[in-house]
Nanobody, 115 residues
Framework: EVQLQASGGGLVQPGGSLRLSCAAS????????MSWLRQTQGKGLERVAD???????AYVDSAKGRFTISKDNVKNTVDLQMNSLKPEDTAVYYC?????????WGQGTQVTVSS
């Protein structure tokens, strides 16, 4: 059974940092791309960052230069380091993997950026 467990969210002041982590199990982790997405009430679901099985990465424009996605093929984790956080980064963040056209989601972790 594929399982994704996200953690690391919280409340942070503007300009601060948070590191999200997603622990994966139940599939051949190193063979699949992983993504972080976020959902806000105003903007809906937005893809934030992707990391491919060859470690190539991609980011939404608003995250470039501030966020870094990485994965550990030994621990089966994918992390999202978020720096210089802004109020507009406030959202529920989800990790995601697509396996044979089926999308699997972690439970979501709330990130709130506020003074």
């Amino acid at each position: 059974e594929v399982q994704l467990q996200a953690s690391g969210g919280g409340l942070v002041q503007p300009g601060g940092s948070l590191r999200l982590s997603c622990a994966a199990s139940g599939y051949a982790f190193k063979n699949f791309a992983m993504s972080w997405l976020r959902q806000t009430q105003g903007k809906g679901l937005e893809r934030v960052a992707d990391i491919m099985n060859d470690d190539k990465t991609a980011y939404v424009d608003s995250a470039k230069g501030r966020f870094t996605i990485s994965k550990d093929n030994v621990k089966n984790t994918v992390d999202l380091q978020m720096n210089s956080l802004k109020p507009e980064d406030t959202a529920v963040y989800y990790c995601n993997v697509i396996i044979t056209l089926h999308a699997y989601w972690g439970q979501g972790t709330q990130v709130t950026v506020s003074s």
